[in-house]
């Protein structure tokens, strides 16, 4: 048996993750205001921001620039540094003018710009009130795309968590977390692509639910603390295509809340859910490869909740 067939058949995730592994580009916490006023309160990345980005990608990268510093790493950082995890992609520029939070935001997605060029479909955005945080109608993208947001249905490694001790969780509970980022990445392409969309939505949700239990259940066997988390992923559109969120089959699940009964069967109280909407959207450079690349998850935003597990 050759190499390849043997790890075909001796790892189920073969073929189906870049060998490269996918990203997410971080930030300090920053807020940038319609007015273009920027503010942060300094100290590193948030720290569950930076635990939820360890979990949950392979790569990390925080850009720099030579206009604005936040600082250096903090001790986290480094120690992700050093294990090869977290990079710095350095964004050199000249004479710049504007106010610093559109600066910031130039610069900041510039560099995540160039990691989604150089690599199609394998680069998300982390944003969000802890991260890089644009106000309402402040936009980098144009054009309509779909939301999906989870409810109380993702566990996130609280702040305290030693991130060995989370890395080493990663290892041992590898299939539960790969099964279903996996399974995130490509649920809204599956329903948008699938001749019965209502069908394949029913499966989806099922299939969402059931990846989200085993890893709430794997949180609940690991010694690391663990707490609840609202989870929203931003997949863009072509233009051309930007009629699918708003008629047919799948603009009548726009705006559709789903129920997610087996993670609510463990966790009890308040509701899990999983739901569909229309956000913003955008090329972002991914017209040039496959048009099933648009529809991988390119904003990523989460809010912990003060629940444990």
């Not at 802890?130 to 106000?135: A, I, T, V, W």
């Not at 609202?230 to 233009?239: A, I, P, T």
């Amino acid at each position: 048996m050759g190499e390849a067939a043997r790890r075909k058949k001796e790892d189920p995730f073969y073929g189906k993750v870049p060998k490269t592994g996918k990203g997410i580009v971080i930030s300090n916490p920053v807020t940038i205001e319609e007015n273009g006023s920027f503010t942060s309160p300094g100290g590193g990345v948030n720290p569950i921001e930076l635990r939820r980005a360890t979990l949950f990608w392979d790569r990390i990268n925080k850009p720099s620039n030579n206009i604005i510093s936040l600082g250096d790493l903090s001790p986290d950082e480094k120690f992700l540094k050093e294990c090869g995890i977290l990079q710095e992609l350095k964004v050199q520029v000249g004479q710049i003018s504007g106010d610093i939070g559109s600066i910031y935001t130039h610069l900041h997605l510039a560099a995540f710009t160039h990691l989604e060029r150089m690599e199609p479909g394998l680069w998300a955005l982390s944003e969000g009130e802890n991260s890089f945080n644009l106000k309402p109608n402040v936009s980098f993208s144009q054009g309509r795309g779909a939301l999906v947001e989870l409810h109380r249905a993702i566990p996130l490694p609280t702040a305290e968590v030693p991130l060995s001790d989370l890395l080493e969780f990663k290892e041992k509970r590898r299939d539960e977390i790969l099964s279903l980022t996996l399974e995130l990445d490509g649920l809204f392409s599956k329903v948008v692509n699938s001749e019965d969309t209502h069908f394949e939505l029913s499966r989806v949700i099922a299939e969402v639910d059931k990846k989200c239990s085993d890893v709430i259940k794997a949180g609940k066997e690991s010694k690391i603390k663990f707490s609840l988390s609202d989870f929203s992923y931003g997949f863009s559109l072509e233009v051309s295509s930007g009629n699918l969120l708003t008629s047919g089959a799948v603009g009548a699940i726009m705006g559709g809340t789903f129920g997610l009964p087996l993670v609510g069967g463990i966790i009890g109280a308040a509701a899990s859910t999983i739901k569909f909407n229309v956000g913003l959207g955008g090329k972002l450079n991914r017209s040039d490869k496959s048009a099933a690349l648009a529809l991988s998850p390119y904003r990523v935003v989460s809010r912990l909740i003060n629940e444990p597990i």
